[in-house]
């Protein structure tokens, strides 16, 4: 009875999956980005997680759009919140300075298509958000780039609620 009452459980919740729409990012020359430096670790491993944290975020925006929708975005420039000075003491590394003169700032392509492969917005992003430490609440995502992804769901939110990406 358990096993029937359990594979029928499964088989429903299966069935109620929400579907989502799907982004494609492709990241454009990043070793040629305005500043994606790190602070105290490799910039190869640090180039590595900062694509694969702001290719999630990405990923949480596409889940608002309808069902079989495809996004493709080609991301060309970063330049990350923050400045990278160096630590004028006796330890590794350098630190990110946060102050309000360097805001995030990102450039990219991008192209929504329907769930039949038809273009319905497409154009190319320079999007900043020069009052990012002036927010009382920030994005919650797990993303150790909270300003940037801020300045992503800010941008996004605006596509939906201007009707040019449509919404779940």
Partial sequence: MKLIFST????????MQVQAGEVKVTWQEPEKFTDIRPGNES????????????????????????DAYQWDVTVTDVDLAGDVRPFFRNTVGDIRVIKDLYW????????????KGKSIAAGT??????????????A?????????????????????????????
């Fill in 8 to 15: 029928v459980f499964l088989a429903a919740v299966m069935t």
């Fill in 43 to 66: 910039k190869s491993g640090f180039q590595e997680r900062m694509i694969k944290e702001l290719d999630q975020i990405f990923a949480d925006l596409a889940k608002k759009l309808p």
């Fill in 140 to 168: 919650t995502g797990n993303s150790s780039f909270r300003y940037e992804e801020q300045m992503l769901r800010d941008w996004f939110a605006k596509q939906q609620r201007d009707k040019i990406f449509p919404s779940r």
């Fill in 125 to 138: 992003e320079n999007i900043k958000d020069m009052n990012f430490l002036m927010r009382s609440g920030l």
């Fill in 104 to 115: 995030p700032r990102m450039t990219f392509s991008f192209n929504l298509k329907d769930e």
